[in-house]
C-alpha cells in the first residue's frame, strides 16, 4: 500500500521541523497512542491501540529515522506487531519546504502487513492506513499552528 500526500502548516520549516522530532508531538497526534518513548538519534518506541475493521489489538513498536537532513527532510521505517492480529511494517519520505503560507509537509508512505489484518483485504485496510494518515496530518497541523500561535 502507498499513500502520498501534503499539508500546508502555518509555522517556520524549522518549528514544523522540532515538532516532528519530538516525542511528545507525536504522542499527541498518533492516534490511539498510549506510549511513545525515545529520542530521533536512538529511534522511538510506540504503544499504540487500534481497532481496524472487526480487529482490535495493541500494537508495539519500534521507529527509526535515516537519511536525516535537517531542517529538510528525512525517512522514517518501523515496524508493530500486534499479536494474534499480525504486524504492520513500513516507511515514509518526509519533506518540509517553505511556501509562503509556511511549510509543505509532504509525504510519501509505503506499508505492508500480514496476519489477520491482511486477511481483512485491502479496501478495509487501505481505508484504515488512509484514516489514520489523515487523522495524524490534520492533528500534526493543529497543534505545531496552536503552539505557533
Not at 82 to 95: D, H, I, L, Q
Not at 111 to 122: D, E, H, N, P, R
Request: charged letters at 25%; a neutral charge.
Amino acid at each position: 500500500m502507498e499513500m502520498v500526500g501534503s499539508r500546508t502548516i502555518a509555522a517556520p520549516r524549522e518549528k514544523v521541523w522540532a515538532h516532528l522530532n519530538n516525542a511528545e508531538t507525536l504522542k499527541a497526534c498518533i492516534p490511539g497512542c498510549e506510549e511513545l518513548t525515545g529520542t530521533p538519534e536512538d529511534g522511538f518506541e510506540a504503544v499504540v491501540k487500534q481497532k481496524v475493521g472487526p480487529v482490535k489489538a495493541t500494537f508495539r513498536g519500534a521507529v527509526a529515522l535515516s537519511d536525516v537532513q535537517p531542517p529538510q527532510s528525512y525517512r522514517i521505517s518501523g515496524e508493530g506487531k500486534g499479536g494474534v492480529a499480525g504486524f504492520a511494517k513500513g516507511g515514509a519520505e518526509v519533506t518540509l519546504t517553505e511556501v509562503p503560507e509556511g511549510t509543505e509537509l509532504a509525504y510519501n508512505v509505503q506499508a505492508k502487513v500480514g496476519g489477520k489484518l491482511a486477511q481483512l483485504g485491502s479496501r478495509i485496510v487501505d481505508g484504515f492506513a488512509k484514516k489514520m494518515a489523515d487523522a495524524f496530518f490534520e492533528n500534526f497541523k493543529a497543534k505545531v499552528e496552536a503552539d505557533t500561535a
